[in-house]
Each structure stands twice: as C-alpha cells, then as structure tokens.
C-alpha cells in the first residue's frame, strides 16, 4: 500500500521493487544474512532462532535447542551482529542453491573471533573428502584455512583474536583456490579434486556439526560464481564502508600496490555499486592509506546500505564521525544521508611530532593529520576525537581544542580552526562541520605558558595543577603539550604551607626527590628543542 499519492492528469504508473545486493553486484547471488536485516529479534542481547537470507532465494537459517547465539547491538563499527559462543550454531534449510560440484563460486564475510578457539564461520557441502567447503579457524585462531573437506587451502596469520576481518574466498574455472583478507591475495592453490556435494550447511561451525566458531558474525555472502576483481571490490568496498575496515593497496599480493584493476579503477580505490564512482581515490591520496573509515548511503538498487556513523577498527583509530551525535549504534541513528552521498577519511600515519606545522598561537597538534574525499554532499558533519591513549596533547576544556582544515595540508598558512563543541571523558567532539573535498584536517591546542611563552615549551610542572595524590604524590602530569613525561621518586607531599599562598610539593623523606625538583624546575626555565 501507498499512502497520500498526488497524481496529475495523464500520469502514467506502475508497481516495482528495488533489488540491492552487496556492492550492488546482483548476478548468482545466492545467499545473504546481515545482522541488520532478516532476524527473528533485534533486541539486545536475545536469542536468534531465525535469520533470513537477503537474497531473492529468501532460505532461513535456524537454530533451536541449547545452540542459540545471541543479538548484539555492541557489534563491529556500531554495526549488530550475531554472537556464538563455541557451542553454538545455526543451520542453512535450504543449500540447494550454494554453489555445488567444481562449478566456480565467491564467498564474502565478515567475523570477529573472541578467543584462540577453532572453529567454522560458515559450512556448506557433505563431510566427507573434498565434498565441503568452508572457512575455518585453525591453529591457536590465527590460520584461516579454506577448506573443501580435505586438501584445503591455509592461509597464516590471517585472524586475531578481537579483531574482526573481512574474509574472501573464491574458486574460479581453473579450479584454482584463494583466500583473501581486507581484499589482498594471501594465498592460492590448485584443487582440482573439490567436488562440492550439498548436503547441509551451517552458521558458526563446521560440517560434522562441531568445531563451532566463537565470536561475532556480522555478514556471510555467497555467489555461484567466480566474480571479477572489480565485483570483489565492489562487495569489499560495501563491507569495508559499513564495517570500518580499511581495504588493501596490494589486492594481488604481489607487494606493488596501485596497479590497474579495470579501466582507471586500481587497486588501494573504493568503488560504488555502480562499478565506476571512485569514493577513495588511492592515487590521489597514496600517503594517507592508513585507518580508512567513512559514512554513506547506497540504499536504493545498491548495497542497502546507510551508514550514518564509522570509526576504523584499527586499535590506533581515534576519529569517529556521525551525521548526529554518535549513538548507540548505526541502527538508532535517526538521520540519513543523501543517496549516493559518501564522505570518507584516511591519516598518514605519522608518528613523529608535528610542531612546527601550526599557524602562530598553537601550542600543539596530533602527530597525524587526516585527508577527506567526498562524493555528493554530507553537510553538518560531527566528529569526535578519542584521546584516551593520548600524552602528548594536553588540555582540560573544551575552549583548549581546536579543529584546523586546510586546503593542501600545510597548516601553518590558509587553516581555518573551528573551536571544540565540547570535551569530556577524553573525547573531543566538533558539530555541524562542513567539509569540502580534499581537504586535510588535524586536532590542535592553544595552551597557555609559563609569561605568555608558549614556543619550544618542552616542560612545565606546576603545583597547582597535574598533581594526583597528596600525601604522597604519585603522579605530576606535564602542563605543556610536549611528550616529555615524568615520574615520582620518593614519597614527596602536597603542602599548603607553600610560596605567597600557592601550593608546593616537598620531600620529607628523600633528598634526591628534591634534586628531582630542582633539575626539573633549570630544564623548565633553560632548554630549547
């Protein structure tokens, strides 16, 4: 039904449906589960007994009895996901339509082990010799290894545990085997003896049933056939964008990153569903390949995506940017964004001080700084900075933070700075930002000095502030917003009792504590980088 339709006179209409597919690559797509669509239960934290293919087969994969994973909203890049624990599993009602015998076949998915225990994320064929296939967890949970129920092909390294990765596999038509990881080649070989023979199949474990995967499963993707490399990336690119993993520069692991895949798509782009809008652009930004993340939407005759809010997986990823205030996931999110509208970042890595590439007035600035690459419009940006792991930019308001966005990345001339929304928790947030394309952007300070003097401030130990503990002191924080740090010697105090009124801090017990002081007190006054 359709709800308060105005036509005119002569109008003509008709009735249709919008297919999406992952990456928008419909053809021998044959099975589909993501946790965000096609379950019995999007409840946190409750059992799921259903979970309906998106494909137009619509299978329903079920489970029953003790072996019910669970609902998650605390899922991969404020995505769901269904968790199993090594018990559990779910089984796929009709494998009819998976690839069979040694006709080709590709395999997307994306999981998270949560411990070192093997297991399958996904099964389809008959247990006995080279009538299966899978992939598997093995060895300690590190080895990927896709099998095809004897002769498989391992892959070392390829999962840790916590960390969630995006796994393809495909068979092509000179029955040779591959294993893909983040969307680079780490292994293939030949298995000229896989005979796929449908028999049953699962979710979360292997063929016997047992072996059962422990972790988050958040997407399994199956086609019956060998998809182009630029297929691969369009599916990859839909899963990196929603999941917050950032794709290869080197997809055929040849170790020369860049080379064509086709037409002027190479390796290191980001590709819509279309096959031919670049999104991420590598050879423009090849130094900043680092932490990718973005939002975007691709809902309609695409991948059915809509992601409003992303922050990289890496461990070393502390940019998150929404459409609103972050939420609980992407799910409770209540905005959208313009259809085909993508905004995606990618730092360069840096690691060394970055000082000197301020305009005057700044005091100091992340290491790393961020380029953007924007397709369509997302305006009113949020952005929030996560310095929990930070020691080496120092402030304690919202006022002290600033966001510079430059044209060409020099910041010391043409940054504009947008002072910080708010900050608590160790999280910075700016709101309603509008980038353009292309722009580079960092996070810097305007801190005060000891007189005003601010520049090549290495250290500065104030009593009055950055003291935790009094009787004894256990830790005097570094006012500047230099990475020199310091630690105590001694049991030195607090004291009232100090200089015209201000507090000082006194070692009753231990003279070299004093010396400390001293030494501290000729460094603050004397050095220069």
Same mark, same amino acid.
């Not at 670049?278 to 991948?303: F, K, L, Q």
């Given at each position: 039904?359709?709800?308060?339709?105005?036509?005119?006179?002569?109008?003509?209409?008709?009735?249709?449906?919008?297919?999406?597919?992952? $990456? *928008?690559? @419909?053809? /021998?797509?044959?099975? +589909?589960?993501?946790?965000?669509?096609? !379950?019995?239960?999007? %409840?946190?934290?409750?059992?799921?007994?259903?979970?309906?293919?998106?494909?137009s087969?619509?299978?329903?994969?079920?489970?029953?009895?003790?072996?019910?994973?669970?609902?998650?909203?605390?899922?991969?890049?404020?995505?769901?996901?269904?968790?199993?624990?090594?018990?559990?599993?779910?089984?796929?009602?009709?494998?009819?339509?998976?690839p069979?015998?040694?006709?080709?076949?590709?395999?997307?998915?994306?999981?998270?082990?949560?411990?070192?225990?093997?297991?399958?994320?996904?099964?389809?064929?008959?247990?006995?010799?080279n009538?299966?296939?899978?992939?598997?967890?093995?060895? $300690? *949970?590190? @080895?990927? /290894?896709?099998?095809? +129920?004897?002769?498989?092909?391992?892959? !070392?390294?390829?999962? %840790?545990?916590?960390?969630?990765?995006?796994?393809?596999?495909?068979?092509?038509?000179?029955?040779?085997?591959?294993?893909?990881?983040?969307?680079?080649?780490?292994?293939?070989?030949?298995k000229?003896?896989?005979?796929?023979?449908?028999?049953?199949?699962?979710?979360?474990?292997?063929?016997?049933?047992?072996?059962?995967?422990?972790?988050?499963?958040?997407?399994?993707?199956?086609?019956?056939?060998?998809?182009?490399?630029?297929?691969?990336?369009?599916?990859?690119?839909?899963?990196?964008?929603?999941?917050?993993?950032?794709?290869?520069?080197?997809?055929?692991?040849?170790?020369?990153? *860049?080379? @064509?895949?086709?037409?002027?798509?190479?390796?290191?782009?980001?590709?819509?569903?279309?096959?031919?809008?670049?999104?991420?652009?590598?050879?423009a930004?090849?130094?900043?390949?680092?932490?990718?993340?973005?939002?975007?939407?691709?809902?309609?005759?695409?991948?059915?995506?809509?992601?409003?809010?992303?922050?990289?997986?890496n461990?070393?990823?502390?940019?998150?940017?929404?459409?609103?205030?972050?939420?609980?996931?992407?799910?409770?999110?209540?905005?959208?964004?313009?259809?085909?509208?993508?905004?995606?970042?990618?730092?360069?890595?840096?690691?060394?001080?970055?000082?000197?590439?301020?305009?005057?007035?700044?005091?100091?600035?992340?290491?790393?700084?961020?380029?953007?690459?924007?397709?369509? @419009?997302?305006?009113?940006?949020?952005?929030?900075?996560?310095?929990?792991?930070?020691?080496?930019?120092?402030?304690?308001?919202?006022?002290?933070?600033?966001?510079?966005?430059?044209?060409?990345?020099?910041?010391?001339?043409?940054?504009?700075?947008?002072?910080a929304?708010?900050?608590?928790?160790?999280?910075?947030?700016?709101?309603?930002?509008?980038?353009?394309?292309?722009?580079?952007?960092?996070?810097?300070?305007?801190?005060?000095?000891?007189?005003?003097?601010?520049?090549?401030?290495?250290?500065?130990?104030?009593?009055?502030?950055?003291?935790?503990?009094?009787?004894?002191?256990?830790?005097?924080?570094?006012?500047?917003?230099?990475?020199?740090?310091?630690?105590v010697?001694?049991?030195?105090?607090?004291?009232?009792?100090?200089?015209n009124?201000n507090?000082?801090?006194?070692?009753?017990?231990?003279?070299?504590?004093?010396?400390?002081?001293?030494?501290?007190?000729?460094?603050?006054?004397?050095?220069k980088?």
């Amino acid at each position: 039904t359709f709800d308060d339709i105005d036509f005119t006179d002569g109008q003509y209409f008709t009735l249709a449906s919008s297919a999406n597919a992952p $990456g *928008g690559v @419909t053809t /021998n797509l044959q099975y +589909w589960i993501k946790a965000d669509a096609g !379950t019995n239960t999007t %409840s946190d934290d409750t059992p799921v007994t259903s979970w309906t293919d998106q494909s137009s087969n619509g299978v329903t994969t079920t489970s029953s009895g003790g072996v019910i994973p669970d609902y998650e909203h605390s899922g991969i890049n404020h995505n769901r996901v269904v968790q199993f624990d090594d018990t559990e599993y779910m089984t796929i009602g009709d494998v009819s339509y998976l690839p069979s015998g040694d006709e080709t076949r590709t395999y997307f998915s994306i999981a998270r082990p949560t411990g070192t225990a093997t297991g399958s994320i996904w099964s389809h064929g008959n247990s006995s010799g080279n009538e299966g296939q899978g992939m598997h967890i093995s060895s $300690g *949970g590190t @080895t990927g /290894n896709y099998y095809g +129920w004897s002769n498989d092909l391992t892959s !070392t390294g390829f999962f %840790s545990s916590n960390v969630p990765v995006m796994a393809t596999n495909y068979y092509n038509s000179s029955e040779v085997a591959h294993v893909v990881k983040n969307g680079e080649l780490t292994a293939s070989a030949s298995k000229t003896a896989w005979n796929t023979n449908n028999v049953k199949g699962y979710i979360g474990s292997n063929l016997n049933p047992s072996d059962y995967f422990l972790g988050d499963i958040a997407e399994v993707i199956m086609y019956d056939t060998e998809l182009s490399a630029l297929e691969r990336l369009q599916v990859e690119t839909y899963l990196a964008l929603k999941y917050g993993i950032s794709l290869t520069s080197d997809n055929d692991g040849d170790a020369s990153a *860049g080379e @064509t895949i086709s037409g002027s798509v190479t390796e290191g782009d980001y590709v819509a569903s279309d096959g031919s809008t670049i999104i991420w652009d590598y050879s423009a930004y090849t130094g900043y390949h680092y932490d990718i993340s973005g939002i975007g939407r691709d809902e309609t005759n695409g991948s059915g995506l809509n992601q409003k809010q992303s922050t990289s997986i890496n461990t070393d990823a502390i940019v998150t940017m929404s459409t609103e205030a972050v939420a609980a996931d992407n799910s409770s999110n209540g905005t959208s964004l313009t259809e085909d509208a993508y905004l995606l970042w990618g730092n360069n890595n840096a690691s060394t001080s970055a000082g000197d590439d301020l305009p005057s007035g700044y005091t100091g600035r992340l290491q790393k700084e961020w380029v953007v690459e924007m397709t369509g @419009t997302v305006a009113d940006v949020h952005i929030e900075f996560d310095l929990t792991n930070d020691d080496y930019l120092w402030g304690d308001a919202a006022a002290d933070f600033y966001l510079l966005v430059d044209a060409d990345g020099d910041f010391t001339s043409g940054a504009s700075a947008t002072v910080a929304s708010s900050f608590g928790s160790d999280k910075v947030t700016f709101n309603d930002i509008d980038f353009t394309d292309g722009q580079y952007f960092t996070l810097a300070t305007q801190q005060p000095g000891p007189g005003g003097v601010s520049s090549n401030l290495n250290l500065w130990l104030k009593a009055d502030a950055g003291i935790t503990g009094s009787a004894p002191i256990t830790a005097w924080s570094n006012q500047s917003s230099n990475t020199v740090s310091n630690t105590v010697s001694g049991d030195p105090a607090l004291t009232t009792a100090g200089l015209n009124y201000n507090d000082v801090a006194v070692s009753y017990t231990h003279l070299r504590a004093r010396e400390t002081l001293r030494y501290l007190v000729c460094r603050l006054l004397l050095e220069k980088k």
